[in-house]
């Protein structure tokens, strides 16, 4: 055989010869987005190229901002759709790191109520409890368990806060009782309490060892001025990403509403509910009605953080930023059931939406929310990449425990129904009962319709004609989102991991840079 004379490099200089390289592997992104070049990209046209592992993925901090002033411990939204976020849902959410919107194809009573439940779910410090006086009477104490999912209530003279405290009043204290009896029968009056200035962890320790459910916080004088529940600090323990205002501990709130004159109206309402973040919700952000909501909310309510959009190029977002927005929802057609697209030749492939958008709107500070074609980890992972500070999901969380509606068979399949806000279904939806939650929360009388969040969302509530630009179907059950979001949060993490970066920055970072 003839000799072989190819002369190889020493193993040990591969690292110092990788530098001699002029150009890396991959493309930066602003390489990869150049539309001139290759187009719109959807998240199914590129991947991330592996870098190298030197920590674990329980490392990999998954922190992102969601507006100016929130960020979120995980970067999941879910989708203000009637068919996938109410209450149940938004308090999942917010319990394991990410926020839910509430939809608003449903009354303003019903959805305040929805904002209600989640900002009562759990607190440090309850500093607004629900308070009641001995002449109310026992069914008053369960109406409020039936609709908020608790009954521990602190009885003072007044039955207001800052009145005198006499009593409380336990799930065990009405067990029994007829509907008719006045409270001052039944309430506890030997109590455990805690003075004003307590500091939480006091008041934790003074909990655990009274072995009481509520502990009342009262002044100098007995007067009650807030209350600790033992059930917040078990949750405390079993959910310790979760998203809360540092201020009251209470979880974050959001709830979408639409541009028109009753939004306002509604908004007002939520926003006494205890309202966070508010998402303007239109299939076509870069409207004169939502530009001027924008100016009146940030005039109106100053601390309420706005969610603008949708937009998919840069002069929408340049006219909600300059308006006042605080974020921005990118996406239009992209969603498994819109075809917006489609039926009227409008919209961006989603990857290069959420480049275009978030590389402008990051020099303003404003982070952006992909919203749309979300189908997997994968996409989750991508849309960060590219810029965007959390996803927004419809279809992935359809079908879990915390959707709304109820199950059915199809096809020998356990499904829920889901449906486009842009379907021919919701946007025949026309009274506040069928959209509330029968039993739970308030249902309007039959005669109090409520502007369809739906024609609304896509500016046709004066056609005669409705154009659907979204359809309806079901999806397969996926059990509770209690364990499909962890499944997704550590799938994002462990993709973090092959990328060979610790963070969602990072990662931005990297791929800005083309590392």
Request: hydrophobic share 40%.
């Amino acid at each position: 055989m003839p000799e072989q004379n190819t002369q190889f490099f020493d193993p040990s200089s591969a690292l110092e010869h990788l530098q001699s390289y002029s150009r890396k592997d991959g493309l930066s992104a602003a390489d990869l987005m150049d539309s001139r070049v290759h187009g719109g990209l959807t998240y199914n046209d590129f991947l991330l190229l592996p870098g190298k592992i030197d920590f674990p993925a329980s490392d990999v901090v998954t922190e992102s901002r969601i507006t100016r002033n929130i960020t979120l411990k995980t970067p999941f939204m879910s989708s203000p759709m009637d068919t996938v976020t109410e209450a149940s849902m938004a308090i999942a959410m917010a319990l394991l790191g990410g926020i839910g919107v509430i939809h608003h194809n449903q009354s303003a009573e019903s959805q305040a109520a929805m904002v209600r439940a989640v900002k009562r779910h759990e607190n440090g410090f309850i500093t607004e409890p629900i308070v009641l006086s001995p002449s109310n009477l026992v069914e008053e104490v369960l109406d409020i368990k039936a609709r908020l999912g608790f009954c521990g209530i602190p009885i003072t003279e007044t039955g207001r806060l800052g009145g005198k405290l006499v009593g409380i009043v336990t799930a065990r204290d009405i067990q029994f009782r007829d509907s008719q009896t006045p409270l001052r029968d039944v309430m506890t009056t030997a109590l455990v309490t805690a003075p004003l200035g307590i500091t939480l962890l006091e008041a934790n320790d003074i909990l655990r060892d009274s072995k009481k459910g509520k502990l009342p916080i009262v002044d100098s004088e007995g007067n009650l001025i807030s209350l600790l529940a033992r059930s917040d600090l078990l949750k405390n323990q079993s959910y310790p990403l979760a998203s809360k205002k540092a201020e009251s501990k209470q979880l974050y709130a959001a709830a979408s509403v639409g541009t028109r004159p009753a939004d306002r109206q509604r908004l007002a309402l939520l926003a006494e509910a205890g309202l966070d973040v508010v998402i303007l919700d239109s299939s076509q952000g870069n409207s004169v009605f939502q530009i001027d909501m924008i100016q009146w909310i940030k005039a109106t309510y100053p601390s309420l953080e706005v969610i603008a959009g949708n937009v998919v190029t840069r002069d929408q977002a340049a006219s909600l930023i300059a308006a006042g927005a605080d974020g921005l929802r990118v996406g239009m057609g992209s969603g498994s059931i819109c075809i917006t697209q489609e039926v009227m030749a409008v919209g961006r492939p989603q990857a290069t939406a959420v480049y275009s958008v978030a590389e402008f709107a990051g020099k303003f500070g404003v982070p952006v929310i992909a919203d749309g074609g979300i189908g997997n980890v994968g996409h989750i992972v991508k849309a960060l990449a590219l810029g965007a500070g959390a996803v927004m999901m419809g279809g992935l969380l359809a079908g879990t425990e915390e959707a709304p509606g109820e199950y059915f068979y199809h096809e020998g399949k356990r499904v829920k129904a889901y449906r486009g806000m842009g379907s021919l279904e919701a946007m025949e939806q026309g009274t506040a009962k069928k959209a509330a939650v029968k039993g739970k929360y308030p249902t309007p009388s039959k005669e109090n319709t409520v502007e369809n969040a739906a024609t609304s969302r896509y500016f046709s509530e004066s056609s005669a004609v409705k154009v659907a630009q979204g359809v309806s179907g079901d999806v397969q059950d996926k059990g509770s989102v209690k364990a499909f979001l962890p499944y997704l949060y550590v799938g994002v993490q462990h993709s973090l991991q092959d990328v060979g970066v610790k963070s969602v920055s990072a990662l931005q970072q990297e791929v800005k840079a083309g590392n």
